[in-house]
């Protein structure tokens, strides 16, 4: 039976089903209410006029619809990029980002409150870890973006300020390590990949890890249908345990063997994350390490200069030098890779760089 701490944001269109046949509604009025949430972006159970008082009050009752305050919102000097500071209603913050590029706009999400994976570089990592967030607060991040595309505040910057956008993609690669989240994570996808509500497709989800073993092998068993990203950084088990404190548990040897068999079991490439940090890893010793670490396997890497924090003094590649590391992996191992777009740098909005009141 529902309590008062069921989120709706977090029942998928068959639970949500469920909970009204079982209370002895119709499951038309059931329809209705998902129609609500993910087509019209409903904030409240008063902006759902068309359901019967009764189906509200028993709603209202028993079931939470909790749109997630802004606390703080700040724009990029170049207007695509703006980062939400959201209040959760036990107190706790995290934040979310809007980006634009080109034919698209993407929402990076947050899956925990801080992160316990402690990557040095990461302002995430550095602050900690709190707790997990449900499926309801996952979805909604994504649900407050539709509704930020849909109805932008007054004075929103430039780049954001056309209506007709709507949402068509989703990274959780936002605050927290998404497979130490693991259930409600996969939870909060289902929900979103729903044909009828934000129907975002299999392609347009990626989660990112740190490499998290035993999340990655289960992916690869229920055959997840989203994308997978593996935060490399380094091509050695001892210059990955300095940036990465997760590698002791979980060791580069142990990490590729499942990026394997998750590569075989789902047919999908696995895009792996190079951040870029000067004199640390953007050699082209380095480079090569990596294009023999990867050589063979479906892969794409994504090279991304390092984002300032206030915890970590490296500096980021130089463009010259991340040419250079793109031209090994291309001519010497046939490996693909972009270069990261940088987005809403000047806000901490970057990739690293989200932490709980960070501007």
């Known amino acids: 039976m529902a309590t008062s701490s069921t989120h709706l944001h977090g029942l998928t269109r068959e639970e949500l089903r469920l909970l009204l046949v079982r209370w002895g509604f119709s499951p038309v009025h059931a329809a209705r209410l998902w129609s609500y949430l993910y087509l019209g972006l409903a904030g409240s159970f008063a902006a759902m006029p068309e359901l019967p008082v009764k189906v509200r009050t028993r709603l209202e009752t028993d079931t939470r619809l909790d749109p997630l305050p802004v606390a703080l919102a700040t724009d990029s000097a170049d207007g695509f990029t703006r980062k939400y500071l959201l209040a959760l209603p036990d107190g706790e913050r995290i934040e979310t980002v809007l980006m634009r590029f080109t034919g698209r706009v993407t929402a990076c999400v947050s899956s ?113 249908p989203c994308h997978l990203a593996v935060s490399l950084h380094a091509a050695t088990q001892t210059e990955r345990a300095a940036l990465v404190p997760a590698a002791k548990k979980w060791p580069l040897d142990e990490l590729m063997a499942a990026c394997r068999t998750y590569s075989h079991q789902t047919g999908r490439r696995i895009f792996y994350e190079w951040t870029l940090i000067e004199g640390k890893n953007d050699s082209a010793e380095h480079a090569r390490a990596v294009g023999n670490l990867l050589h063979g396997l479906p892969a794409q890497i994504n090279l991304i200069p390092l984002n300032p924090t206030a915890g970590y003094a490296g500096t980021p590649t130089r463009s010259e030098a991340a040419k250079r590391f793109q031209k090994i992996l291309a001519e010497e191992f046939s490996l693909p890779s972009t270069v990261r777009q940088r987005r809403g740098i000047d806000i901490a909005a970057g990739c690293g760089q989200l932490a709980v009141g960070s501007v």
């Open 112 to 224: 925990q409150v801080g992160c316990a994976m402690g990557c040095v570089f990461c302002a995430t990592g550095q602050m900690g870890y709190t707790r997990h967030l449900t499926p309801g607060e996952i979805v909604a991040q994504a649900v407050h973006v539709a509704r930020a595309l849909r109805h932008p505040p007054p004075g929103q910057c430039h780049g954001l300020s056309d209506t007709g956008a709507r949402l068509r993609n989703v990274v959780l690669m936002g605050m927290g390590e998404p497979l130490h989240n693991y259930d409600a994570v996969m939870h909060a996808i289902d929900i979103l990949r729903d044909p009828n509500g934000l129907a975002l497709g299999a392609e347009r989800i990626t989660l990112s890890t740190v490499g998290v073993v035993p999340g990655i092998l289960r992916l690869a068993e229920e055959k997840r």
